[in-house]
């Protein structure tokens, strides 16, 4: 089991950047495909990025190809999401989530995810 925390978020302005972090409990988490969700108010949780366990592929949504980074270290047991050129679009709570390796990876899939953390708030003013 692993417990997740995020943090990072906060009020930007648009075309600046934020970097989000999401801290892992498990001593474990090199163990793990891990992926970032975001979700606004009335609307669905969304795939924004997702990287596998090895670091070595990395997936991206459409909407955020070019402006955010996802990446890892699996030794200090974090996932990372550096966002750039924000637009008051990307307004949402940010969630990173886990999946043990040894399940089926659909990475764009929020209910294939077993783990979550609780959120942080990015807001992109304009």
């Known amino acids: 089991q692993v417990q997740l925390v995020e943090s990072g978020g906060g009020l930007v302005q648009a075309g600046d950047s934020l970097r989000l972090s999401c801290a892992a409990s498990?001593?474990?988490?090199?163990?793990?495909?891990m992926g970032w969700f975001r979700q606004a108010p009335g609307k669905e949780r969304d795939f924004v990025a997702a990287?596998?366990?090895?670091?070595?592929?990395?997936y991206y949504a459409d909407f955020v190809k070019d402006r955010f980074t996802i990446s890892r270290d699996n030794a200090k047991n974090t996932l990372y999401l550096q966002m750039k050129s924000l637009k008051p679009e990307d307004t949402a709570v940010y969630y990173c989530?886990?999946?043990?390796?040894?399940?089926?990876?659909?990475?764009?899939?929020?209910?294939?995810?077993?783990?979550w953390g609780q959120g942080t708030q990015v807001t992109v003013s304009s």
């Open positions: 989530a886990a999946v043990y390796l040894g399940k089926a990876w659909y990475y764009e899939r929020a209910n294939r995810y077993d783990y």
């Open positions: 498990a001593r474990t988490f090199s163990t793990y495909n």
């Open positions: 990287i596998d366990w090895k670091n070595d592929r990395a």
